[in-house]
């Protein structure tokens, strides 16, 4: 049930004029923020745009060098986030930060734990997690071990952690990225929840359709500054969108078929197996074609094999069984290198631990993976001048916003470490492109511009293997989709008759098999 807003609920949070500098960069100019207590108020904005940076301000993380934060009415500074904490602010962040060989009351409790005679009390533990539960509907079971929860679940640890300290605004990064529709749906109840309790949230995404549907109202931030307020209940998608970026968007979907005969890829009962002694499969007996100018998209609850089926493409994990080419080669013993240099590009899912140095210069992210390869080499050495002069190259063509080649890749925001990466692995021209989360995190327009990309690529005959947590990106980019569940391929749709519904029923076993509303 959706619960009004009352517009005459005192302010929860007021910023005012907030600026914060970084060495050659304004990331926050004269921010203005007006949250209401007992309120969803989503922040919405294109990559870079100073979302991250004003909630890390916020947060304790950063202080301001200009303006003022107010709580309740009052002025508040902020040396660390355990002012924030202190003062009732909480952030679940976008990646979990769960133990998951630790229980679900030893993961809330944590750095606060409640103690008697010197040892933890789990009663009063117990007892206060399952009040907090009880009365924000969370559903959480304190003796449960986090490995055995779903994603969804976790999430809902992550808001129990920091209601038990005592939160009583929230700050939500991007909290529905890895959630199927039904989870989400789960995850507005539960916000409504806290709103019928008086507690006040803020929300940042990329969804604007999914921002449209929990925000009490919105503030739209572009390039460090605010541009405007808007109301959710006269304000589409499309409009929102318009504000964050300035620009109408293109959409993904691409119905017209670029699919050839050829194939790029073939999978023939794939196994991988646990790395330890005796594991069990992680990818269970997969086949899969991949064609030219083909989008093979793979659907499938986090945790379900895809990481693991990646891995083995790019030959970061060894085969247990079945057979691997490209085109018509057996690439099941090559090293990655080999196989990066046979074309096969690579967007990983995680950018940090697999795409990038951090400390590195822009430049010498660029040449990552292809420094064996023109124009990374000169001979038997590194070209840095030609690096540098096409890493300003893709740094134009796909608005990687920078200072320059020579910036570290750990002061771009996420977006544009992103965009970064996919015109790394475009320039390349690979014959097969290996493309798991590739928007993840990005706003509309980056979105937007990435899809083009993959829709321009598709069409001049690159085969393309997409695992997206998005879904209704996979709908609208595939011409194939297999759903995993367990390491194993349970279903395969036709992308143009399937719901993201029945899509999202298919990826957590709800319904079984090709399922005739969505089967090619």
Request: no cysteine; glycine share 10%.
């Given at each position: 049930?959706?619960?009004?807003?009352?517009?005459?609920?005192?302010?929860?949070?007021?910023?005012?004029?907030?600026?914060?500098?970084?060495?050659?960069?304004?990331?926050?100019?004269?921010?203005?923020?007006?949250v209401r207590r007992g309120e969803v108020h989503a922040i919405v904005g294109e990559n870079g745009a100073g979302k991250s940076t004003l909630m890390k301000t916020l947060y304790g993380m950063h202080r301001p060098d200009e303006g003022q934060i107010l709580l309740d009415g009052k002025p508040a500074t902020f040396r660390s986030p355990a002012d924030a904490?202190?003062?009732?602010?909480?952030?679940?962040?976008?990646?979990?930060?769960?133990?998951?060989?630790?229980?679900?009351?030893?993961?809330?409790?944590?750095?606060?734990?409640?103690?008697?005679?010197?040892?933890?009390?789990?009663?009063?533990?117990?007892?206060?997690?399952?009040?907090?539960?009880?009365?924000?509907?969370?559903?959480?079971?304190?003796?449960?071990?986090?490995?055995?929860?779903?994603?969804?679940?976790?999430?809902?640890?992550?808001?129990?952690?920091?209601?038990?300290?005592?939160?009583?605004?929230?700050?939500?990064?991007?909290?529905?990225?890895?959630?199927?529709?039904?989870?989400?749906?789960?995850?507005?109840?539960?916000l409504a929840e806290l709103k019928r309790e008086g507690l006040t949230v803020i929300f940042i995404s990329h969804k604007l359709d999914e921002v449209r549907k929990v925000a009490d109202s919105i503030t739209v931030i572009r390039r460090g500054t605010t541009v405007g307020t808007a109301d959710p209940r006269t304000t589409s998608a499309k409009e929102l969108?318009?504000?964050?970026?300035?620009?109408?968007?293109?959409?993904?979907?691409?119905?017209?078929?670029?699919?050839?005969?050829?194939?790029?890829?073939?999978?023939?009962?794939?196994?991988?197996?646990?790395?330890?002694?005796?594991?069990?499969?992680?990818?269970?007996?997969?086949?899969?074609?991949?064609?030219?100018?083909?989008?093979?998209?793979?659907?499938?609850?986090?945790?379900?094999?895809?990481?693991?089926?990646?891995?083995?493409?790019?030959?970061?994990?060894?085969?247990?069984?079945?057979?691997?080419?490209?085109?018509?080669?057996?690439?099941?013993?090559?090293?990655?290198?080999?196989?990066?240099?046979?074309?096969?590009?690579?967007?990983?899912?995680?950018?940090?631990?697999?795409?990038?140095?951090?400390?590195?210069?822009?430049?010498?992210?660029?040449?990552?993976?292809?420094?064996?390869?023109?124009?990374?080499?000169?001979?038997?050495?590194?070209?840095?001048?030609?690096?540098?002069?096409?890493?300003?190259?893709?740094?134009?063509?796909?608005?990687?916003?920078?200072?320059?080649?020579?910036?570290?890749?750990?002061?771009?925001?996420?977006?544009?470490?992103?965009?970064?990466i996919v015109g790394r692995e475009m320039s390349a021209h690979p014959r097969l492109l290996v493309a798991a989360h590739p928007t993840r995190g990005v706003d509309v327009g980056a979105q937007a511009g990435i899809w083009e990309l993959l829709k321009d690529a598709r069409a001049e005959g690159m085969g393309i293997l997409l695992v997206s947590a998005d879904?209704?990106?996979?709908?609208?980019?595939?011409?194939?989709?297999?759903?995993?569940?367990?390491?194993?391929?349970?279903?395969?749709?036709?992308?143009?008759?399937?719901?993201?519904?029945?899509?999202?029923?298919?990826?957590?076993?709800?319904?079984?098999?090709?399922?005739?509303?969505?089967?090619?």
């Amino acid at each position: 049930m959706e619960i009004p807003l009352n517009e005459s609920a005192p302010l929860a949070v007021e910023l005012r004029g907030i600026t914060k500098r970084f060495p050659g960069v304004v990331a926050n100019k004269d921010i203005e923020l007006r949250v209401r207590r007992g309120e969803v108020h989503a922040i919405v904005g294109e990559n870079g745009a100073g979302k991250s940076t004003l909630m890390k301000t916020l947060y304790g993380m950063h202080r301001p060098d200009e303006g003022q934060i107010l709580l309740d009415g009052k002025p508040a500074t902020f040396r660390s986030p355990a002012d924030a904490i202190a003062a009732g602010i909480g952030m679940v962040h976008q990646h979990f930060m769960l133990a998951d060989n630790f229980t679900v009351l030893e993961n809330v409790v944590l750095g606060s734990e409640p103690t008697k005679g010197g040892r933890l009390d789990r009663g009063a533990a117990r007892s206060r997690i399952q009040e907090i539960s009880d009365n924000y509907a969370l559903g959480l079971d304190p003796d449960s071990l986090v490995e055995d929860l779903g994603v969804g679940d976790r999430q809902r640890v992550e808001i129990a952690k920091v209601l038990y300290r005592g939160a009583t605004t929230l700050i939500l990064d991007e909290p529905t990225a890895v959630l199927v529709p039904q989870e989400v749906d789960e995850l507005f109840g539960n916000l409504a929840e806290l709103k019928r309790e008086g507690l006040t949230v803020i929300f940042i995404s990329h969804k604007l359709d999914e921002v449209r549907k929990v925000a009490d109202s919105i503030t739209v931030i572009r390039r460090g500054t605010t541009v405007g307020t808007a109301d959710p209940r006269t304000t589409s998608a499309k409009e929102l969108a318009e504000m964050m970026v300035g620009a109408e968007l293109p959409v993904a979907a691409t119905r017209e078929s670029t699919v050839r005969e050829a194939p790029v890829l073939r999978m023939r009962g794939v196994t991988v197996t646990a790395a330890v002694a005796g594991g069990r499969s992680v990818v269970d007996d997969v086949t899969l074609t991949v064609r030219e100018g083909e989008v093979v998209g793979i659907a499938g609850v986090e945790g379900n094999g895809q990481a693991e089926l990646v891995d083995a493409i790019m030959g970061l994990r060894p085969l247990a069984a079945g057979e691997l080419r490209l085109g018509d080669e057996d690439i099941a013993q090559w090293s990655t290198r080999r196989r990066r240099e046979g074309g096969i590009g690579f967007v990983p899912e995680d950018r940090h631990r697999q795409g990038m140095l951090l400390d590195a210069p822009l430049w010498e992210n660029r040449i990552l993976g292809h420094q064996t390869r023109p124009p990374a080499v000169k001979g038997f050495f590194i070209d840095r001048r030609a690096a540098r002069a096409d890493t300003a190259r893709i740094m134009r063509e796909y608005d990687v916003r920078a200072p320059g080649p020579d910036t570290a890749a750990v002061a771009l925001s996420g977006g544009n470490q992103q965009k970064l990466i996919v015109g790394r692995e475009m320039s390349a021209h690979p014959r097969l492109l290996v493309a798991a989360h590739p928007t993840r995190g990005v706003d509309v327009g980056a979105q937007a511009g990435i899809w083009e990309l993959l829709k321009d690529a598709r069409a001049e005959g690159m085969g393309i293997l997409l695992v997206s947590a998005d879904l209704d990106e996979l709908i609208s980019l595939s011409d194939t989709l297999h759903v995993m569940l367990r390491g194993a391929l349970v279903a395969t749709l036709d992308p143009r008759r399937v719901t993201p519904e029945e899509l999202g029923g298919h990826m957590t076993g709800a319904v079984r098999g090709d399922d005739s509303a969505g089967a090619a």
